[in-house]
């Protein structure tokens, strides 16, 4: 069964430092979204991109944050900056659009960010 | 806005019993509903969802959840709980705008099974 892959598993970094979390989404799939859980809390959305532009952000989702799919087949997010509270469990998902607008996103693996 | 809650943080059952989660929700329109399961470490597995039509939806590992309107909940149930059951879940709503939609997670509820 297809999946939504991740990659790095887990990405420790210093606070300032530019990180890429990349994802892989399921190959038929149009519609990709990041999410982020912060440990202990709920899980938030940031962003939503189709047809190579962002459809919707989050409030959270500032200039520091970007999205790209550089190719046909990777989905990236980039932190330009990190900072302290963006430790979290960061969550790449991807879904087709069935009848009726209906939308099942389907979720990765996820990478753990932690900044020092 | 959309919103969830989830007004159990965390519910202990014994294995074979049943199990019901809660989730209420808060949305203008006919909402897209789904629940979702993550253990310790995972990612988020789609248990099932809800789009239209039977109000009542199956989903895997014996999990179902009934949607009424009235009362703007989807709870989850299962009739006997499995050990390998014990994990957190997640109940979420989305809506239809024409393009990519997010979803809005509840809180979570985190189920323990004792043996």
């Known amino acids: 069964e297809p999946e939504v892959t991740q990659t790095p598993s887990h990405q420790v970094t210093q606070m300032g430092q530019e990180v890429i979390l990349r994802c892989v989404p399921i190959s038929n799939h149009l519609y990709f979204y990041w999410y982020r859980q912060i440990l202990g809390q709920k899980v938030e959305f940031l962003v939503s991109?189709?047809?190579?532009?962002?459809?919707?952000k989050s409030e959270i989702f500032d200039d520091q944050f970007s999205v790209e799919r550089p190719d046909g087949s990777n989905f990236t997010l980039k932190i330009r900056s990190t900072k302290l509270e963006d430790s979290a469990m960061y969550f790449c998902?991807?879904?087709?659009?069935?009848?009726?607008?209906?939308?099942?996103?389907?979720f990765g693996p996820g990478t753990r960010l932690t900044v020092l | 806005a959309q919103s969830v809650t989830q007004p159990d943080i965390h519910i202990t059952v014994s294995e074979g019993a049943s199990l019901e989660l809660r989730c209420n929700y808060s949305y203008g329109a006919t909402p897209y509903l789904f629940w979702y399961v993550q253990s310790p470490g995972q990612g988020l597995q789609l248990l099932l969802k809800?789009?239209?039509?039977?109000?009542l939806v199956q989903g895997i590992k014996g999990f179902e959840a009934e949607f009424k309107r009235s009362q703007s909940s989807f709870n989850l149930r299962k009739p006997s709980v499995h050990w390998s059951d014990a994990a957190e879940y997640f109940c979420?709503?989305?809506?239809?705008?024409?393009?990519?939609?997010?979803?809005?997670f509840g809180t979570g509820t985190r189920l323990q099974v004792t043996l």
């Open positions: 979420a709503v989305g809506r239809n705008t024409g393009t990519a939609s997010k979803l809005t």
């Open positions: 998902a991807s879904s087709v659009r069935g009848p009726r607008g209906t939308d099942t996103q389907y």
């Open positions: 991109f189709y047809n190579n532009e962002i459809s919707e």
């Open positions: 809800y789009f239209s039509g039977d109000t």
